[in-house]
């Protein structure tokens, strides 16, 4: 069965890999059915879709996200039988599409795609086929590799296969802090892995948290180190270019956010692809022998982080 943090909050939605991610996002069918996914309201979102279904003779992007919808929200029930069917309809509907079309030439199929992918995932995990889950993303990644749901798919690939796994190697093209951080600076230690981004309030509100966390367990063997990566813009949203990006954070937002002197900051995008980085914050825990402990996407409490710490400091 899908562990109930595989399902990403509302407020979490705000801090996907872009922040203009949901921009215009918008038609009355799918933000209904948006809606209703998120209350679980199953059979009524399924009574609306279905109503609505003359309306769309010849599947269209707009459709298929709106069948995206009603697939997610059968997930979030755990309505599987029902999350299978129209996260196949969004699936297959898509990929036809595509076939017409660049995939993110509609901002409504990269949606639809990424959604029916990601609940067919699902589905087959909780139906107690991983192996078939995991070939499933696995494969989807590759088909879609370069495109914008290539980390979407990652993530998901790594919610069902990285805990127990060896942490992959971190990349860093450049970095924020004191000093680059290298794999000797947490060998042998417990470390938190706090992906992170500039524009993201949720990563902002779990700063003080990590902050609590090193006070309290630094010196016993916790390191925590906070990948990011560039977006092409600085603050407002105005358009950087990597160099002024970089030098945005290292200046004008370390002035106003500082980072701090026990947090190194790897900078790669490769990063955010790599561990499937499409939620912003996104929390690695792994231990002393360097397994990966949690994989979670989204904030976690400190009183949660430290349930999940402290065992770990005793080993």
Same mark, same amino acid.
């Given at each position: 069965?899908?562990?109930?943090?595989?399902?990403?909050?509302?407020?979490?939605?705000?801090?996907?890999?872009?922040?203009?991610?949901?921009?215009?996002?918008?038609?009355?069918?799918?933000? !209904?059915?948006?809606?209703?996914? =998120?209350?679980?309201?199953?059979?009524?979102?399924?009574?609306?879709?279905?109503?609505k279904r003359v309306e769309y003779p010849e599947p269209s992007a707009e459709w298929l996200a709106a069948v995206s919808w009603m697939a997610r929200g059968a997930s979030f029930a755990e309505r599987w039988d029902v999350a299978e069917k129209y996260g196949s309809e969004a699936y297959s509907g898509s990929i036809e599409l595509?076939? !017409?079309?660049?995939? +993110?030439? +509609?901002?409504? &199929?990269?949606?639809?795609?990424?959604?029916?992918? !990601?609940?067919?995932?699902?589905?087959? /995990?909780?139906?107690?086929?991983?192996?078939?889950?995991?070939?499933?993303?696995?494969?989807?990644?590759?088909?879609?590799?370069?495109?914008?749901?290539?980390?979407?798919?990652?993530?998901?690939?790594?919610?069902?296969?990285?805990?127990?796994?060896?942490?992959?190697?971190?990349?860093?093209?450049?970095?924020?802090?004191?000093?680059?951080?290298?794999?000797? /600076?947490?060998?042998?230690?417990?470390? &938190?892995?706090?992906? =992170?981004?500039? =524009?993201?309030?949720?990563?902002?509100?779990?700063?003080?948290?990590?902050?609590?966390?090193? !006070?309290?367990?630094?010196?016993?063997?916790?390191?925590?180190?906070?990948?990011?990566?560039?977006?092409?813009?600085?603050?407002?949203?105005?358009?950087a270019t990597p160099e002024e990006e970089l030098a945005y954070l290292i200046g004008e937002y370390s002035d106003q956010f500082p980072v701090p002197s026990w947090m190194g900051v790897p900078i790669s995008k490769d990063n955010f692809l790599n561990f499937g980085v499409s939620t912003t914050p996104t929390l690695i825990l792994? /231990?002393?022998?360097?397994?990966?402990?949690?994989?979670?996407?989204?904030?976690?409490?400190?009183?949660?982080?430290?349930?999940?710490?402290?065992? &770990?400091?005793?080993?």
């Amino acid at each position: 069965m899908i562990n109930s943090r595989f399902l990403i909050t509302s407020t979490m939605l705000i801090c996907l890999l872009s922040p203009l991610g949901l921009a215009g996002q918008s038609s009355n069918l799918v933000s !209904e059915m948006s809606d209703l996914a =998120w209350a679980e309201e199953v059979d009524k979102a399924r009574d609306l879709l279905e109503s609505k279904r003359v309306e769309y003779p010849e599947p269209s992007a707009e459709w298929l996200a709106a069948v995206s919808w009603m697939a997610r929200g059968a997930s979030f029930a755990e309505r599987w039988d029902v999350a299978e069917k129209y996260g196949s309809e969004a699936y297959s509907g898509s990929i036809e599409l595509i076939e !017409e079309r660049p995939l +993110d030439a +509609d901002r409504f &199929l990269a949606t639809a795609l990424g959604a029916g992918i !990601e609940v067919l995932g699902r589905t087959y /995990d909780a139906q107690g086929d991983r192996a078939r889950a995991i070939n499933f993303l696995s494969t989807a990644r590759r088909d879609f590799a370069g495109t914008s749901i290539e980390t979407r798919i990652q993530k998901n690939f790594l919610l069902l296969s990285l805990e127990g796994q060896p942490l992959p190697d971190l990349a860093a093209d450049s970095y924020m802090g004191p000093q680059q951080p290298t794999a000797e /600076d947490f060998k042998g230690n417990v470390a &938190l892995f706090f992906f =992170w981004a500039h =524009w993201c309030p949720d990563c902002k509100r779990q700063e003080p948290i990590l902050a609590a966390l090193h !006070e309290e367990y630094g010196d016993r063997g916790l390191t925590i180190v906070g990948p990011t990566q560039l977006y092409g813009f600085t603050s407002r949203g105005q358009t950087a270019t990597p160099e002024e990006e970089l030098a945005y954070l290292i200046g004008e937002y370390s002035d106003q956010f500082p980072v701090p002197s026990w947090m190194g900051v790897p900078i790669s995008k490769d990063n955010f692809l790599n561990f499937g980085v499409s939620t912003t914050p996104t929390l690695i825990l792994v /231990d002393r022998e360097g397994i990966v402990q949690r994989y979670n996407p989204g904030t976690l409490s400190h009183d949660e982080l430290k349930a999940l710490i402290e065992p &770990l400091l005793l080993q």
